[in-house]
Structure formats: C-alpha cells, structure tokens
C-alpha cells in the first residue's frame, strides 16, 4: 500500500463515524468565548472512494448552523496529505494509532490561519484542539473540542468548561515517539521520555478532562515554532502531539508520543 493509500485508510479506519460533542472556544487570555453542542458526521460511499461529511453546531441561543461537504478521494487525497475540504492550503496526516492533525503547509501572511487542529483518539473517544491566528500573527483564539462516538452526553468526560491554572507533569512517562513528515514518511518508533516543553513565547492552555496546549502568542515569518498538546487519557497512559515550522512557515512535521507510566 503506498502512502497517500496508507494515510486515507488510517484515516476511514480511526474517523468515519458520527461524533457528538461539545466544542469551546477562548481567547489568548483563556476566557471563554463561547461554548456549544456538536455533531460532525463522516460517510463514505460502498467503494470509499467519495467522502459526505455534516456537521452541525447547536448554539445556546437556539440557533442550529450546518455544513455540508462532499468530495471525490481523488481530488482529495495527495502525496501531501489529505486536503480539506474547506481549507486547500490545509492538509491532514493521519497516524496508524487514530491520531491526526490537519496543518497548513505554508503559513502565509496576511491572512488568518490555523497551523493545526491536532486529534487524539482512544476507543471512542476523540479530543481535538485548534489553534487561531490574526492576520498580523498574532494568537486570537484556541478550541477544545470533546467527542464520543456512542453516547452524549459523554461518560469519559465532565462538563466542566473553565480552563484550569495548571496541570503537573510528572517525569516518569516512558514510551515511543514516532514522526510523519510532508511527503507521508512515517519513522520508526523510538524509545523517549515525556517531555511538557516550556517554550519561550508560548502559552499554555490547561483544558478540562486532561488536556493541555503550548502555543506561540505571537507567529512572525522569520521565526520557527512548535505548537504541542497533549491528552491525559488516564492516570498510566498519556499522547502527546506536536507540529513544527521553520523559519520560512513551512510545516516540517509531526511526532506522536505515546507514553506509560
């Protein structure tokens, strides 16, 4: 199986599924925007080779917004990633694990962007975070969103929405790191250590339910970055994903580490 194939296929395997959750949005000073109910639902056609996804958003003041794509796989899926479909420049790279991330592959200035939405998956569980930017650069909003594929409300997490002031790190999460570059190339497993990296010019965001987010206030072509979150998914099993640009804003990659204690 070659790699666009490969990557699709994790891709059918891990999300196509309906996913109800609860999305919340909020500012670079951590409060909250905006909180409400979710459904994004993703098809396939027999042959898997065209792809219907809706998603519809059911806002507190009793307004229900949808959208609707429909695309072709072979419009779709690259030696780059997949595209979105709402989003060309947008690509996502899916791991054999569940996890994702849809990323740009060039920032370019002047317009608003998300350098990456990341996705955790464990059973039916799935947590995503986005990341926001102004046109100038600079951070404007960040998204946690919660998702179960069989029950809402969910009994894997708590209704809580308020961020919280911090989250301990303990050093004693050992597993595997792996890395899935642009042209699809995923590495072999390496053995590492968790690393929650304190970033100059970076912002955490501790979200409920274990999940956690590093990112730049600030993006400037001529600066590389990194962007890391990560998902406590119980008290002896955690994922962390992180994405990097370099010095010119083009999306080098990213590394999953799956990790133990």
Known sequence: MDLKEQNWRNFITHHVRDWQGIWTRYSPQGEIIESFKSLRSFRTNPEQTELFQTNCYAYDHSKVEEKKWHSYKQDQVFSDGI?????????????????????????????????????????????????????????????????????????????????????????????????????????????????????????????????SLSCPTQVTLGTPFTVVANWLVNNSYLQQLSVKYNHNGVFLGLILELLHR
């Open 83 to 211: 595209m979105h479909p709402a989003f060309p420049a947008m690509r996502s790279y899916f791991l054999q694990q569940g996890a994702a991330v849809w990323s740009r592959k060039i920032l370019e200035p002047g317009s608003k962007f998300l350098p990456a939405e990341f996705f955790f998956r464990h059973e039916e569980i799935r947590h995503s975070v986005s990341i926001i930017y102004n046109t100038d650069g600079s951070l404007m909003k960040v998204v946690s969103i919660r998702e179960d594929a069989v029950d809402f409300p969910s009994k894997y997490w708590s209704q809580e929405i308020n961020l919280l002031s911090e989250r301990n790190f303990s050093r004693d999460w050992q597993g595997t790191s792996v890395m899935i570059t642009p042209d699809l190339r995923t590495s072999k497993p390496i053995q590492t250590q968790l690393n929650w990296p304190v970033i100059e010019d970076n912002k955490m965001f501790f979200f409920p339910d274990g999940i």
